[in-house]
């Protein structure tokens, strides 16, 4: 799993976008607004990716595609704070390329 790591509002979003348009794996993201802003920004990159995935569609298998087994997801801190109910304080990651 690759694994990036930045302060707030320093390009991580946009990171993420273009490596779903160079992959073509679909990005999980938090809410229908985190969704829109995903959108217009690939707009404004003029790129094209696959349709971004609300989390709970994920969870619901809504706009889970049966040919991708791989996705990229957005904002794992604020999606776990939200699965969890709570601000978690400390977690652990494997960083690195572990296929």
């Known amino acids: 799993m690759k694994i990036i790591c930045r302060p707030r509002q320093s390009g991580k979003t946009t990171q993420l ?3 779903s348009y160079l992959t073509k794996k679909p990005i999980i993201c938090l809410s229908f607004k985190h969704k829109k802003t995903i959108k217009n920004r690939v707009k404004e990159l003029n790129l094209d990716i696959p349709n971004p995935i609300i989390y ?3 969870k ?3 706009h889970r595609s049966k ?4 996705y990229l997801l957005d904002n794992a ?4 704070n939200k699965i969890f109910n709570g601000k978690l304080s400390t977690i ?3 960083k690195g390329d572990d296929k």
């Open 56 to 58: 709970w569609e994920f």
């Open 17 to 19: 976008i273009l490596e």
């Open 60 to 62: 619901n298998e809504i």
């Open 92 to 94: 652990t990651l494997t």
């Open 67 to 70: 040919d991708k087994d791989e």
């Open 77 to 80: 801190d604020l999606l776990l």
